[in-house]
């Protein structure tokens, strides 16, 4: 996944900071082995929770209309990327992980990029 400015800078500093840290994390997988996507969705899972947290503060603290829908797209993922984890200790999981991560993940993260968070972004700009 490439961190495209066009595509990817919301405008919100702190908003683009955590995505561009998220990309960096995902494009740190070092080779094909399990173990290595294991590391790297660990490092994702954990700064997701972080990422996600303060995005939902700014939320709370600007009274953001749509904060539930967000929310619940926030514990969706997270719920995912765990089960994902949890399950790669067998062969059939370790292909369902890689799958995960080389399919889903990075669609998803545009597709909640250029929807959520732009709307996300777009209403705090409009507070400030």
Known sequence: MEFINDKHILGNDQMDM??????????????NEVESYKNVMAKLLEQSKRHFCQEEEMMEQFDYPRKRDHIDEHQKVLAEMEYFINKSNT??????LKSYFNEKLSLWFDLHLISMDSDLSSFLKAKS
Do not use: T
Request: net charge negative.
């Open 18 to 31: 955590l995505h561009k840290e998220f990309v960096d994390i995902y494009n740190s997988l070092e080779n």
């Open 91 to 96: 062969k059939i999981g370790q292909m369902m």
